[in-house]
């Protein structure tokens, strides 16, 4: 006699629950250790200021704090994107999710080391290297916000299965729409500084942007397939 198959439960997965505890535990170090600092720059996505006090990342307790950011906004994003790609998908053991999850995170990782690559290149070549450096602080501080962004996502995909595809959608389009509002607001501040750089603006976002990002996402996708 067979069994019937059941969805694959996250919350079942003692995997992903033992990293999310780690999570747990790395943001509430982050959010007492570092949370005035974190705040400060916040505003100043919003209203930016071209004095303002640099932001130093070369202190033990601050390397600490930006590695737990980006492992919450990496960690995070595998959870919403897996549980996207597997919302139909039936399973009786966590090892396929588990490869196809640590397949997901290796790819966003390496999309982000290799992006922080190609802007050194790129911006250290067309603008100054102050620019650049101030460029690429803001943007990597960007998202590791978006960890902070995507949790109440990844908590109803982990917990609440049967109502997260709604709180997914809300919180993936909330992310892009910050995400573009960051980006853009960043650039004409930092980089295109002058009036009527709009076409340079929008060829930069689709050469280093854009394009990059969908070219990930195939990836994935391919690769979740294959």
């Known amino acids: 006699m067979t069994g019937i198959p059941v969805p694959y439960n ?19 170090y982050v959010v007492t250790m570092n949370g005035a600092n974190i705040i400060e720059r916040t505003k100043c996505i919003f209203y930016y200021e071209n004095k303002v006090t640099p932001y130093s990342d070369r202190t033990h307790v601050t390397r600490i704090c930006n590695f737990m950011m980006y492992f919450q906004s990496t960690f995070y994003a595998t959870i919403i994107i897996a549980g996207l790609l597997r919302k139909h998908a039936v399973a009786t053991e966590s090892g ?37 450096d101030e460029w690429n602080s803001f943007y990597f501080f960007t998202i590791k916000l978006i960890g902070f962004i995507l ?5 109803t995909v982990l917990f609440f299965p049967s109502i997260s ?62």
């Open 151 to 155: 949790t109440p996502a990844a908590i």
């Open 165 to 226: 595809l709604k709180c997914v959608e809300f919180f993936s389009i909330l992310t892009i729409i910050i995400y573009l509002y960051t980006t853009i607001s960043g650039l004409s501040r930092i980089i295109f500084t002058k009036k009527r750089t709009y076409l340079n603006l929008f060829l930069y976002l689709c050469a280093l942007d854009f394009l990059p990002i969908a070219i990930m996402w195939k990836a994935i996708l391919q690769l979740d397939d294959f």
């Open 10 to 28: 996250f919350t079942h997965d003692n995997t992903i629950m033992l990293l999310f505890m780690i999570n747990i535990i790395g943001v509430a």
């Open 96 to 132: 396929s999710m588990l490869v196809s999850m640590l397949v997901i995170a290796a790819a966003l990782i390496g999309f982000f080391a290799l992006k922080g690559a190609v802007f050194y290149i790129v911006n250290n070549t067309l603008f100054s290297k102050s620019t650049s």
